[in-house]
């Protein structure tokens, strides 16, 4: 189970972290993944992150603005957002599986189990 939170309100320009705890199998099991969802807009990959941190990808409208890390003693991965923009208002979904490679981690389907998400909204 999978279990999002921090999200929130921020005017644009600003900063936020939302973070997702996993319970259940250990989540060094699993890659992480946060993806997110518009309004009127289908899902799409925001970040990831390997089972033990070492690699990590990005959606290119996210690079170098937002940081995935994770913590396995404490089964929870973040997502750190700077610069926000509005067009990064979405629900944020993470997400656990196990994609067999760095160039699957954008894959939804390769994702077993999701958390309910949380709204991330920035103001302009």
């Known amino acids: 189970q999978l279990q999002a939170s921090g999200g929130g309100l921020v005017q644009a320009g600003g900063s936020l972290s939302v973070s997702c705890e996993a319970s259940?199998?250990?989540?060094?099991?699993?890659?992480m993944g946060w993806f997110r969802q518009a309004p009127g807009k289908e899902r799409e990959f925001v970040a990831a992150i390997s089972r033990y941190g070492g690699t990590t990808s990005y959606a290119d409208s996210v690079k170098g603005r937002f940081t995935i890390s994770r913590d396995n003693a404490k089964s929870t991965v973040y997502l750190q957002m700077n610069s926000l923009k509005p067009e990064d208002t979405a629900v944020y979904y993470c997400?656990?599986?196990?994609?067999?490679?760095?160039?699957?981690?954008?894959?939804?389907?390769?994702?077993?189990?999701w958390g309910q998400g949380t709204q991330v909204t920035v103001s302009s």
């Open positions: 997400a656990a599986g196990n994609p067999s490679a760095p160039y699957y981690y954008m894959a939804q389907g390769r994702y077993d189990y």
């Open positions: 259940g199998r250990a989540s060094s099991l699993y890659v």
